[in-house]
């Protein structure tokens, strides 16, 4: 029986017309086959939980907590695989992870972008061992009113009344939107922080607008903003990432981090928007 947690990527591949079937840089294996071929997977994690109401981690099946991913048969596919017998699940992704991103790496430096053509599933797969995972915020349950079209209306109207303000948060609109689909990680971290340095960070490196920008729209002083909110704290970890290549963030602490870093951002879309502050950043003055 193995004793190993396996973490894998898999893409589909359309430009390779010959590859070896398999090949071993431990801790990764590389594997080139076609379809049809299916894996035992987690099953679908829930990132969301409603507040009051028990919400599993990860959907029962029958026999456990799993799920099949399906290959089609008219598909070539590359599968990258890293092993770990590290048990803490943070530990464990940051490790295969970093092991499989750089053979994804090297053999695009290799052999060109192009033989990764579409990503199919990126995750743990389930054997004698398995992973699930799961970050869970909870939320009180959301009522979308009758007039939300209008609402939409009225926060187009507003951001575009001025065109610099418009062009800005069109694109930090698409960092948002991407934020939202990967759990906290050096992605997310990058996504989010990007959305500051478009607006209010606007034509400086300088962090103050940050401060700045909030202090007048929730009527508190830039140092007060700054000291709670820990602005500069965000940005050191910031540029240990870009500079150091170092997420220094682990476990709960990883948690508080982006959840605060999250709502500073919605903050600046919602003031762009012309959106009333409503006190969502009071809880971290208390």
Known sequence: MSNYFLFTTIFQVRLVKAAPVKMVRDPVKIEFFSGPRSFRVPAQENSIAVKGIDTPVAEDTVLSREATLQLSGDSKYVMLTA???????????????????????????LYGRGLFAKLIYRGWLVDENFIVEAWLSVHEPIVIPPNTESLLCALSEQQNLDEDISKRYELMSRFYSKSLLVMPSEEKLLYLWTILEIFPMKNTTDIRPIGEYLAARIKRSASEIKELLAIGPAFGVRSDLVHNGVLSLDGPEKGKFFEKLESICIEVLRGMSGIEYDGVLEKYFA
């Open 83 to 109: 092993r770990t017998k590290e048990r803490n699940p943070y530990i464990a992704r940051k490790f295969c992870e970093s092991a499989v991103d750089r053979t994804i790496t090297d053999l695009s430096v």
